[in-house]
């Protein structure tokens, strides 16, 4: 056994997340851990990394056991190369090396036993670093960085330069260099694009070690995984086979459970009626119906999550056209990342924007907007716009979620805000909570709430499904589909996106990169 959890509670406040709930990882077991937003996964993956600790219960692992965490919301420091994080994946082993000299600096002074002692230790160090492929580092960062796509960025690029999608790269490739016995991914495939979330799930087929992994993107996660660990009502439940197969197991248990609760229902009432009606006879009968309904072991039906409900409000219609590129290059500090663009998107148009991480997707949606200056050319916006744009990633502050609401729609009363909150997925422990202690999905569903409450004719989306639950990805998607405005939708997962837009803009056409 590679981890073991047992009797694990652990709460925010009065809100509680698990509650005595166990876990175990074998040698080779590929776990898709799975919930909806808000259910646990990523503190679930923090306590057993030692990042938190939790209430009650114990994590313990096997002895010498390595483990490797990408992190929905890992930072990198700044001032460091993609070369210097890459190379980080080794420094245990530049530390035995610099052990290595060490004992060579004082064999000169060191007496016979000693020397033998030193000889066996250096020798041992030595068949380490032969093992772990010290000799051959370089290569080896330049094999995996290929195959990130990072070296085209060059290894001398500072860190703080990188889009979100290469930081995951970066954050990904290091993690595979250090070769870990267990690999803990969470959510890896936001941010990346079609060919390294490809590149990435040949990778884990092929993967020999254990690995657990949250995704929300489900044709991902089936076609990698032999277990399921479904994260449910403080519960984690264990399934074995892939998405597919616990969706069937899981709605069988769940219709099962119902038919249960039905019958024993109808029983109790009866028994209760009976009891009632024969309340003057103090029979034998009688008092063994009432022991009866005493020692029921009441079936209860797990309390259904709040659906978000996502309605776009919508303005006066736009112009006929919303906005055109003029020979528009594209980039930052005055760099170009792009070749001139021509484009032209109209009234009620929905529209796609794909291509490879740090191409400038959100640099194009940031220009057409103009929120950051063109390199060269211009894009022209049409007339009579209500623009909604939803950013990739905004650090939250310390406001609680009906604050952030309040800040952007002062006039509304307390019970409107909690009921646009409510319609958006999220419950009254986290309506009153502040934005930065919830789950990534949940940050989005409150950035989302702004945004269906305003009306607008132009919807600037960039990864709007990164964080979210199935649910809730569904539920956009449906919304998307009514909205009578225009959509500029920046998306990876073509599952989403292909039956929503009329058309599909790839900015590798347009790249200097390609």
């Given at each position: 056994?590679?981890?073991?959890?047992e009797n694990l509670s652990h709460g925010f406040?009065?809100?509680?997340?698990?509650?005595?709930?166990?876990?175990?990882?074998?040698?080779?077991?590929?776990?898709?851990?799975?919930?909806?937003?808000?259910?646990?996964?990523?503190?679930?993956?923090?306590?057993?990394?030692?990042?938190?600790?939790?209430?009650?219960?114990?994590?313990?692992?096997?002895?010498?056991?390595?483990?490797?965490?990408?992190?929905?919301?890992?930072?990198?420091?700044?001032?460091?190369?993609?070369?210097?994080?890459?190379?980080?994946?080794?420094?245990?082993?530049?530390?035995?090396?610099?052990?290595?000299?060490?004992?060579?600096?004082?064999?000169?002074?060191?007496?016979?036993?000693?020397?033998?002692?030193?000889?066996?230790?250096?020798?041992?160090?030595?068949?380490?670093?032969?093992?772990?492929?010290?000799?051959?580092?370089?290569?080896?960062?330049?094999?995996?960085?290929?195959?990130?796509?990072?070296?085209?960025?060059?290894?001398?690029?500072?860190?703080?330069?990188?889009?979100?999608?290469?930081?995951?790269?970066?954050?990904?490739?290091?993690?595979?260099?250090?070769?870990?016995?267990?690999?803990?991914?969470?959510?890896?495939?936001?941010?990346?694009?079609?060919?390294?979330?490809?590149w990435l799930r040949r990778y884990l087929q092929?993967?020999?070690?254990?690995?657990?992994?949250?995704?929300?993107?489900?044709?991902?996660?089936?076609?990698?995984?032999?277990?399921?660990?479904?994260?449910?009502?403080?519960?984690?439940?264990?399934?074995?086979?892939?998405?597919?197969?616990f969706k069937e197991v899981y709605e069988v248990?769940?219709?099962?459970?119902?038919?249960?609760?039905?019958?024993?229902?109808?029983?109790?009432?009866?028994?209760?009626?009976?009891?009632?009606?024969?309340?003057?006879?103090?029979?034998?009968?009688?008092?063994?119906?009432?022991?009866?309904?005493?020692?029921?072991?009441?079936?209860?039906?797990?309390?259904?999550?709040?659906?978000?409900?996502?309605?776009?409000?919508?303005?006066?219609?736009?112009?006929?056209?919303?906005?055109?590129?003029?020979?528009?290059?594209?980039?930052?500090?005055?760099?170009?990342?792009?070749?001139?663009?021509?484009?032209?998107?109209?009234?009620?148009?929905?529209?796609?924007?794909?291509?490879?991480?740090?191409?400038?997707?959100?640099?194009?949606?940031?220009?057409?907007?103009?929120?950051?200056?063109?390199?060269?050319?211009?894009?022209?916006?049409?007339?009579?716009?209500?623009?909604?744009?939803?950013?990739?990633?905004?650090?939250?502050?310390?406001?609680?979620?009906?604050?952030?609401?309040?800040?952007?729609?002062?006039?509304?009363?307390?019970?409107?805000?909690?009921?646009?909150?409510?319609?958006?997925?999220?419950?009254?422990?986290?309506?009153?909570?502040?934005?930065?202690?919830?789950?990534?999905?949940?940050?989005?569903?409150?950035?989302?709430?702004?945004?269906?409450?305003?009306?607008?004719?132009?919807?600037?989306?960039?990864?709007?499904?990164?964080?979210?639950?199935?649910?809730?990805?569904?539920?956009?998607?449906?919304?998307?589909?009514?909205?009578?405005?225009?959509?500029?939708?920046?998306?990876?997962?073509?599952?989403?996106?292909?039956?929503?837009?009329?058309?599909?803009?790839?900015?590798?056409?347009?790249?200097?990169?390609?």
């Amino acid at each position: 056994m590679i981890l073991n959890v047992e009797n694990l509670s652990h709460g925010f406040g009065d809100r509680a997340i698990f509650n005595n709930v166990s876990f175990r990882l074998l040698k080779g077991e590929h776990i898709g851990l799975i919930g909806a937003n808000g259910e646990g996964k990523s503190t679930f993956m923090n306590i057993v990394t030692g990042k938190l600790m939790p209430d009650e219960g114990k994590v313990e692992w096997a002895k010498n056991v390595k483990a490797g965490y990408l992190d929905q919301h890992s930072v990198l420091t700044p001032g460091m190369t993609i070369g210097d994080v890459l190379r980080q994946a080794f420094s245990y082993l530049f530390e035995l090396e610099e052990k290595m000299t060490g004992i060579f600096e004082k064999m000169a002074e060191a007496t016979p036993e000693e020397m033998e002692e030193m000889m066996e230790e250096s020798g041992t160090i030595q068949d380490i670093l032969t093992n772990h492929d010290f000799y051959i580092i370089d290569a080896k960062i330049e094999e995996i960085a290929r195959a990130f796509g990072l070296l085209e960025l060059g290894l001398d690029k500072d860190v703080t330069e990188l889009s979100g999608g290469q930081r995951t790269k970066v954050l990904l490739a290091k993690l595979l260099l250090e070769k870990p016995d267990i690999l803990l991914l969470d959510e890896p495939t936001n941010y990346l694009d079609a060919n390294h979330i490809e590149w990435l799930r040949r990778y884990l087929q092929d993967y020999d070690n254990a690995f657990i992994l949250i995704s929300h993107d489900m044709e991902f996660l089936n076609s990698v995984v032999n277990l399921i660990y479904h994260m449910e009502n403080q519960e984690i439940n264990r399934y074995v086979g892939n998405y597919e197969k616990f969706k069937e197991v899981y709605e069988v248990k769940k219709s099962q459970l119902e038919a249960a609760y039905r019958r024993q229902q109808q029983e109790m009432n009866e028994l209760k009626d009976f009891v009632a009606r024969n309340k003057a006879r103090v029979a034998t009968r009688n008092m063994a119906m009432s022991r009866k309904l005493d020692k029921m072991e009441v079936i209860e039906l797990a309390k259904e999550k709040p659906k978000p409900e996502f309605c776009f409000k919508e303005a006066r219609a736009a112009g006929k056209v919303i906005f055109e590129t003029d020979d528009l290059v594209i980039g930052y500090n005055k760099k170009p990342l792009s070749k001139p663009i021509n484009l032209r998107m109209e009234r009620g148009e929905k529209i796609a924007v794909t291509g490879t991480n740090g191409i400038g997707k959100t640099t194009f949606l940031k220009s057409v907007l103009g929120l950051i200056p063109a390199v060269s050319g211009k894009a022209v916006l049409g007339d009579y716009l209500y623009k909604g744009y939803f950013e990739q990633e905004i650090k939250p502050g310390n406001n609680t979620c009906i604050e952030e609401i309040w800040e952007t729609f002062p006039s509304y009363t307390q019970y409107e805000v909690r009921s646009a909150l409510a319609k958006c997925g999220l419950t009254t422990e986290h309506i009153e909570s502040k934005v930065r202690v919830l789950s990534g999905g949940e940050q989005a569903k409150v950035r989302l709430c702004k945004l269906i409450n305003v009306e607008t004719n132009i919807l600037l989306l960039d990864e709007p499904t990164n964080h979210l639950d199935i649910d809730a990805k569904d539920e956009l998607k449906r919304a998307l589909k009514e909205y009578k405005g225009a959509v500029l939708i920046v998306c990876h997962e073509p599952d989403f996106y292909e039956d929503l837009v009329d058309k599909v803009w790839n900015l590798e056409e347009y790249s200097l990169l390609a």
